[in-house]
């Protein structure tokens, strides 16, 4: 198991939100979830959504590439009843 945890938007992802809200945003600030769990890594997986009240209601999926972000390898270790 890979548990993901968000450390904020990264340089990209405050140019990339920035452009999406039309607001300031800044390194370290976070957007989507605190962190996830997968069974294996994938680099293409988003961390949630950030959502924003505006006339169009934005829903934006937050893609790994715009976070500062940590892998933790956790090893499932199976237990046999006797």
Not at 6 to 21: A, D
Not at 45 to 63: A, C, E, L, Q, S
């Amino acid at each position: 198991m890979i548990k993901i945890t968000n450390k904020g938007l990264n340089e990209f992802g405050v140019k990339e939100m920035t452009k999406l809200f039309r607001r300031k945003f800044k390194v370290g600030q976070m957007a989507g979830s605190a962190s996830k769990t997968q069974q294996k890594f994938n680099p293409d997986t988003t961390m949630g959504n950030y959502f924003r009240k505006t006339y169009n209601d934005n829903v934006i999926p937050i893609p790994l590439s715009w976070l500062h972000y940590e892998l933790i390898e956790y090893k499932i270790v199976k237990k046999t009843i006797v």
